[in-house]
């Protein structure tokens, strides 16, 4: 679908065992799980939601599973026109087109 989708809690029985993935430029960098995430999902949540609202749709961004650009060999980095895609099996994707303005 295009544009936003809710996902409801019991449409994701278990959200520390979703694929996670990052392609960049149509190159997939990072293929994970959010089973190898430092912290729970729901730890993130509780600790975001003492201090702000979080409503449905509210994008959370963690960081990186491993092989974050600068540690890689060669090294991997953004550049104008790049298009990054994040996804999360089961909610869905967002794709960001980058633009480099000097």
């Given at each position: 679908p295009v544009g936003p989708v809710?996902?409801?809690?019991?449409?994701?029985?278990?959200?520390q065992d979703l694929r996670i993935w990052t392609v960049l430029d149509g190159h997939t960098l990072q293929d994970a799980s959010t089973s190898q995430m430092v912290r729970p999902v729901?730890?993130?949540i509780a600790h975001l939601s003492a201090s702000v609202t979080l409503l449905p749709g509210?994008?959370?961004s963690t960081g990186s599973p491993g092989g974050?650009?600068?540690s890689r060999d060669?090294?991997?980095f953004l550049r104008d026109r790049s298009t990054v895609t994040v996804g999360v099996e089961?909610?869905?994707e967002l794709k960001t087109h980058c633009r480099i303005i000097d």
């Open positions: 809710a996902v409801t809690a019991d449409e994701i029985p278990d959200p729901s730890t993130l509210t994008l959370i974050a650009g600068y060669p090294q991997v089961g909610i869905g």
